[in-house]
């Protein structure tokens, strides 16, 4: 490291003495120029110290985003690694009977992910995200694969991804577990969303103002499946997003990752986004019901003004089902609005209402919550989270009874309730690191 700086002073000072002679001809730098070769020294050097240099001119370092480097010379074999933590303390105010109080800490995340790109002309880009499973009853806490692909270019703006992803269906669920504005995900992200499969991924965008992607896939919520024992014959899922406003202020990549842009408070745009999917079922199915096929459709709008931050989605789906009725019609919507009171404090709202007539006779069950909390940014890395949930409305939703391979599981998967019932109360504390 001595080396290269010594290298690099040498240089510039090397280059620049000239101009810094005490003549007056007019090639001779004024004060300002002075100063700007200067804090470009600084630049350069300070860059030279986040960095080592490696075998075969290969370098390693921490990227802005505090995500450790690797690189090689030329650039055809590159790393980032980065991960998240996150730390909840729960409290429960439960209702119905055996109602009572529990609480506890949860280590509720664990992530390493690692990204990076292989190949020159052709590269590839790669994915894998590990993370910590929560334990079952009587089971130990254990590290899985969230997410592992391979992607490719093919032309400009045509992507292929290969590999267990995310399907492309609910914008939240795209949105990643360190970017959720409550401390997770919604009851209802949860109850319709198609999570992560195993499949093949088609993505088209115009750089700027549209992004089109279509999957075939194992079926929502499969994570993990043999090829030949998955719960559905065929299943697709495609999403649109098109940014409808912001100008020369935001940009598709402000909203990969983001639902409030807190990057640019000014920052203003609306991104509309539609989805559906397609299930064609197996004819033998683990639960007491047989799913013969399902499809829904999905609608979300972001809109960013000023500090104010807001989203709101509406799901719905249709459910062939042997023994239950011969079409169930789930639907559901999410509203979630986030207000930057300050720089690094923001305070936000969410209300969930999910309707399910999967039970023969006994008309639809709807569950119906409010959420409210606040952020607190200790830094771009730290941040503090806490909520507050009530079940406003509430019965045990039956979604869980035509799964596997479609939407429809546990409101308590992600949200943390007991049983989503009707007077039920959860505090929700959280710390959160991310790199």
């Known amino acids: 490291m001595q080396v290269i700086k010594t290298v690099l002073v040498g240089s510039f000072v090397a280059a620049a003495s000239p101009l810094f002679a005490a003549d007056a001809t007019p090639s001779a730098l004024t004060a300002e120029q002075q100063a700007e070769v200067r804090a470009l020294v600084k630049e350069v050097l300070a860059d030279a110290d986040s960095r080592s240099s490696l075998a075969n001119g290969a370098t390693a370092g921490i990227d802005n985003d505090g995500k450790v480097f690797l690189r090689s010379e030329d650039d055809k074999f590159g790393m980032n690694i980065g991960g998240l933590v996150q730390l909840r303390y729960d409290y429960h105010n439960e209702s119905g009977a055996g109602a009572g109080n529990r609480e506890g800490f949860d280590l509720r995340r664990v992530n390493l992910d690692i990204k990076g790109h292989l190949g020159g002309d052709q590269r590839v880009d790669y994915r894998l995200l590990l993370g910590t499973q929560l334990p079952g009853a009587g089971s130990s806490q254990e590290v899985g694969v969230e997410e592992a692909y391979l992607q490719h270019e093919v032309v400009d703006g045509l992507t292929v991804r290969a590999g267990k992803f995310v399907l492309p269906y609910s914008r939240e669920q795209l949105i990643g577990h360190g970017s959720q504005v409550a401390v ?252």
């Not at 991924?201 to 024992?229: F, H, I, K, M, P």
């Not at 207000?339 to 209402?353: E, K, M, R, T, W």
């Open 184 to 435: 997770d995900r919604s009851a209802v992200n949860s109850y319709f969303g198609l999570a992560r499969a195993e499949g093949v991924q088609v993505q088209w965008t115009d750089g700027q103002n549209v992004v089109l992607r279509g999957a075939v896939s194992d079926g929502g919520n499969s994570e993990s499946t043999s090829g030949l024992t998955d719960a559905v014959n065929f299943a697709a899922s495609g999403r649109a997003d098109f940014l409808l406003a912001g100008g020369d202020q935001v940009s598709m990549s402000d909203f990969n990752d983001s639902f409030a842009l807190r990057d640019g408070s000014g920052k203003q745009g609306v991104l509309l986004g539609f989805a559906g999917y397609y299930e064609d079922a197996k004819a033998v199915l683990v639960g007491p019901n047989a799913l013969e096929s399902s499809y829904g459709a999905t609608v979300d709008a972001t809109v960013k003004i000023g500090n104010l931050a807001f989203y709101g989605a509406g799901f719905i789906t249709r459910r062939n089902v042997d023994n239950v009725q011969d079409v169930v019609t789930p639907w559901g919507a999410l509203g979630q609005v986030d207000v930057a009171v300050a720089n690094n404090l923001d305070v936000f709202g969410q209300y969930q209402l999910i309707t399910d007539d999967s039970t023969t006779g006994s008309g639809a069950e709807v569950f119906q919550a409010f959420t409210v909390g606040a952020n607190y940014h200790l830094n771009s890395h730290v941040r503090l989270t806490g909520d507050v949930t009530y079940v406003y409305q509430g019965q045990p939703l039956a979604g869980t009874s035509v799964t596997p391979g479609n939407p429809g599981i546990n409101t308590t998967s992600n949200t943390g309730l007991i049983g989503g019932t009707e007077g039920e109360t959860l505090v929700r504390l959280q710390v959160q690191v991310k790199f």
